[in-house]
């Protein structure tokens, strides 16, 4: 039986739309959680003393927004939400944008990266992003613009994981 060589550039076109699939997938579960209840539902914590479904909301849109940057690929199109989602923590008296803002925010911001990404080759995803030196990329080459993406949809699935402590009381 003779094995079938895949040339390599197939291979990693394969495996990094599937790291993408999974960040999309991870986006999905939280825009449908968030369609899910009324509004009002989200200004609930999670837990006693934790953070309100609202903060998260707004945190993860944050997030994401910070990635158009981290990646090279513009500014953020919502600075405005770095100061009240990552440099304090969630506060009841803090005057966020309403729940209806932060979604619509996170969906042009999501399909923003989305219609980046597509057009994104695995040299561009294996490439440096913008907070690590060329001089400590040469050094640490897994310092890259995938790895990123990685790490961004772990932190998105822990904090799913927070958001099912909202799900009503049976």
Known sequence: MTEQLIPTTTIAEQAISLMVNQWETQNKRVTDFFNKYPDEHYLDEVAPGRNRGIYLLGH???????????????????????????????????????????????E???????????????????????AVSEEDFAKEPHRNKLTVLLGRTNHQSYHIGQLVFLNPKQ
């Open 60 to 106: 993860l849109a944050a997030t994401n927004d910070a990635l158009l940057p981290l990646l090279g690929i513009g500014d953020k199109l919502y600075p405005e939400l770095a100061p009240l989602f990552f440099s304090v923590p969630d506060n009841k008296e803090a005057t966020f944008p309403s729940i209806a803002e932060l979604k619509q925010k996170w």
């Open 108 to 130: 042009i911001v999501n399909a923003t990266l989305a219609a980046h990404f597509a057009e994104m080759k695995p040299q561009d995803w294996l490439g440096r992003h913008t």
